[in-house]
């Protein structure tokens, strides 16, 4: 079994043909899928299929590229959605300085707004991080009087980073640019951490794995990142399934089997 920790099952490229999408990653074993919001609306939409079908679970937040659309109210309603079983993690929230689509003291304020609400309750974090490295470790570590829960998804920073980011106590999710030729900092960071504290990903419909390079990404990809990864630590798939799986089992406390 696999886990595909980070898609958006809820967006556009999907509408024709998501049961297909779902069908084709059950078949390849992806046990379990995590839907994740990125506002209120994709929070909605992501949990309706959580509802819908047993293998899905979701995710509720502002991505900081919508860091600008939250307020009181919205903010409000999210916290509403926790208490759904099928809700198991807060995010994605963080910052990106690459795109900067929300101004980087918005988005410093409704990263920091949402990180300490989940961390209060309990609740994982999903963290987004775009050529922001410093300035979240900065925010996390100055959180820090609370107990930290969560990944770094679609990891982007080197082998030291990563590690200082365990040690805090966050996992560090690999996605499928692992797989491009010249990936060399992010094969690094696959080779060399802790098996115990890698998850996989796809960030579907972005970010396709070599051989589907340039495609829509869907959940059964993450098959092609799994395989990447065991080639690089030279253990079997199976011992890298089992154990990214039961990672995030962990993190998200998600049952045995779906
Ligand atoms: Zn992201
Ligand atoms: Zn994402």
């Known amino acids: ?22 069908e084709r990653a059950l078949e390849c074993g ?42 009181t109210q919205t903010l409000r309603e999210l916290s509403r959605l926790v208490s759904d079983p099928k809700i198991v993690a807060w995010g994605e929230i963080g910052l ?9 003291e918005i988005q410093r304020k409704v990263f920091k707004q949402q990180l300490e609400m989940a961390l209060d ?3 994982p974090v999903i ?14 570590i100055k ?31 690999i996605p499928g640019t692992v797989t491009y030729k010249n990936a060399f900092q992010i094969q690094e960071v696959a ?4 098996l115990e504290k890698m998850l996989l990903e796809t960030d579907a419909p972005y970010l396709a ?14 098959t092609y990142t799994a395989n990447m990864v065991a080639q690089l630590r030279d253990i079997t798939v199976q011992e890298l399934c089992r154990q990214t799986t039961d990672n995030a089992k962990t993190l998200f406390n998600l049952p045995d089997s779906p």
Do not use: W
């Open 1 to 22: 079994m696999l886990v595909d920790t980070h898609l958006h099952l809820d967006m556009k490229p999907f509408d024709q043909d998501r049961e297909q999408v779902l």
């Open 30 to 71: 992806i046990g379990y899928m995590i839907s994740i919001g990125i506002d209120l609306t994709s929070s909605i939409k992501a949990l309706q299929l959580a509802h819908q079908y047993d293998a899905v679970y979701s995710t509720i937040g502002y991505h900081p590229h919508h860091a600008g659309d939250m307020d």
């Open 96 to 104: 990106d300085f690459f795109r900067r689509h929300s101004p980087p």
């Open 121 to 123: 309750i309990d609740l």
């Open 127 to 140: 963290i987004h991080d775009r050529d922001a490295h410093e300035e979240l470790l900065d925010i996390l």
């Open 143 to 173: 959180t820090g009087k609370r107990r930290h829960k969560g990944v770094i998804h679609c990891f982007s920073g080197d082998y030291a980073l990563a590690m200082i980011l365990i040690g805090m106590g966050y996992y560090i999710s």
């Open 191 to 194: 080779t060399r951490i802790p």
């Open 209 to 222: 794995p070599v051989p589907k390079r340039g495609k829509r990404n869907e959940p059964s990809f993450v």
